[in-house]
């Protein structure tokens, strides 16, 4: 009987094939450090991503409230003289109270310059006259008012002194007044539609033959703001001439000047005893909404307004 070894040449052995791969506790293991280094990362990172978005939207919300003040300064500068008032939406007037919306209008005018004048020492030409059956055309002396430039439906204002100073108020024309529309311009003679200056009592002219021009595509101008709860910021346009102060005006044109997220103080008085000059203070506040809530910026401005009809 013959006996095999067990290391016989001859023995057959049969070799599993080898299996790779990650086992479910180096796993969990890669997912627990992920999340501890994830977690470190966002410690370090938060601050100055939150900071970055902080100052983005804080100069977003700067811009949009020099973009307001900036457009609203440039119109207070081109008001006519002694057009400026203010009301708010309590009544009061010259002011406006806490917790109200205040109305800030004015007539804009594009530009001005000297009528021929009886006074000036001219001989000839056409004058602006002052009495009884004057006529309807008179003469610009020097440039015509340019950029831009006086326009047929335009407005020409002479010695405006503001309300309660009839006829030199270019609010109300009810009995008599100191503003005429033009019909026609031909080189330097502008003809009126009418003459109402021919009519006041007593007859109000400049001491200089100084005239404003009034465009059409614009007459009075109001900027609405609220002093309490925020709000818009809203500019209001050819809604007319009217004696007493719209609060708000109605028809015309309106535009937003700063969308819902707005405050406003206002406060106007005039700088020396003559009247001649004014000064409007402005204080606006932008405060954030949505992705910049609790972001907010303040802006004041002091804008010179020339009384000197």
Same mark, same amino acid.
């Given at each position: 009987?013959?006996?095999?070894?067990?290391?016989?040449?001859?023995?057959?052995?049969?070799?599993?094939?080898?299996?790779?791969?990650?086992?479910?506790?180096?796993?969990?293991?890669?997912?627990?450090?992920?999340?501890?280094?994830?977690?470190?990362?966002?410690?370090?990172?938060?601050?100055?991503?939150?900071?970055?978005?902080?100052?983005?939207?804080?100069?977003?919300?700067?811009?949009?409230?020099? #973009?307001?003040?900036?457009?609203?300064?440039?119109?207070?500068?081109?008001?006519?003289?002694?057009?400026?008032?203010?009301?708010?939406?309590?009544?009061?007037?010259?002011?406006?109270?806490?917790?109200?919306?205040?109305?800030?209008?004015?007539?804009?005018?594009?530009?001005?310059?000297?009528?021929?004048?009886?006074?000036?020492?001219?001989?000839?030409?056409?004058?602006?006259?002052?009495?009884?059956?004057?006529?309807?055309?008179?003469?610009?002396?020097?440039?015509?008012?340019?950029?831009?430039?006086?326009?047929?439906?335009?407005?020409?204002?002479?010695?405006?002194?503001? @309300?309660?100073?009839?006829?030199?108020?270019?609010?109300?024309?009810?009995?008599?007044?100191?503003?005429?529309?033009?019909?026609?311009?031909?080189?330097?003679?502008?003809?009126?539609?009418?003459?109402?200056?021919?009519?006041?009592?007593?007859?109000?002219?400049?001491?200089?033959?100084?005239?404003?021009?009034?465009?059409?595509?614009?007459?009075?101008?109001?900027?609405?703001?609220?002093?309490?709860?925020?709000?818009?910021?809203?500019?209001?346009?050819?809604?007319?001439?009217?004696?007493?102060?719209?609060?708000?005006?109605?028809? #015309?044109?309106?535009?937003?000047?700063?969308?819902?997220?707005?405050?406003?103080?206002?406060?106007?008085?005039?700088?020396?005893?003559?009247?001649?000059?004014?000064?409007?203070?402005?204080?606006?506040?932008?405060?954030?909404?949505?992705?910049?809530?609790?972001?907010?910026?303040?802006?004041?401005?002091?804008?010179?307004?020339?009384?000197? @009809?």
């Amino acid at each position: 009987m013959s006996r095999f070894s067990l290391f016989s040449p001859f023995r057959s052995c049969h070799h599993g094939s080898r299996q790779t791969g990650f086992t479910l506790v180096e796993l969990v293991i890669v997912i627990v450090v992920t999340g501890i280094l994830a977690a470190v990362v966002a410690v370090f990172l938060n601050y100055p991503v939150r900071s970055y978005l902080q100052s983005s939207q804080r100069a977003q919300l700067s811009e949009a409230a020099d #973009g307001a003040m900036r457009r609203m300064a440039r119109d207070v500068r081109l008001a006519l003289p002694n057009s400026l008032r203010i009301l708010d939406s309590a009544g009061n007037v010259g002011s406006c109270a806490a917790a109200t919306t205040c109305y800030i209008e004015f007539i804009m005018t594009s530009g001005g310059g000297r009528y021929r004048s009886a006074g000036d020492g001219s001989t000839a030409g056409n004058f602006l006259g002052f009495t009884t059956g004057a006529g309807s055309t008179f003469d610009v002396l020097g440039p015509m008012p340019a950029n831009p430039a006086m326009a047929v439906g335009d407005y020409i204002v002479v010695y405006n002194l503001g @309300p309660g100073y009839a006829p030199a108020n270019a609010y109300d024309c009810s009995s008599s007044c100191n503003r005429a529309k033009i019909s026609s311009i031909s080189g330097n003679a502008v003809t009126l539609l009418s003459n109402p200056f021919a009519s006041q009592s007593p007859a109000m002219q400049s001491p200089g033959a100084r005239f404003q021009v009034i465009p059409a595509t614009d007459l009075a101008v109001t900027f609405s703001c609220p002093t309490g709860t925020a709000g818009n910021i809203t500019r209001y346009a050819a809604y007319g001439l009217l004696a007493s102060q719209p609060a708000p005006p109605s028809g #015309g044109s309106q535009g937003l000047l700063a969308n819902g997220n707005a405050t406003c103080s206002v406060d106007y008085a005039a700088t020396d005893g003559t009247g001649r000059n004014g000064l409007l203070s402005l204080t606006l506040t932008l405060s954030g909404t949505g992705g910049s809530s609790g972001e907010s910026v303040s802006l004041f401005q002091q804008i010179h307004v020339n009384n000197a @009809p």
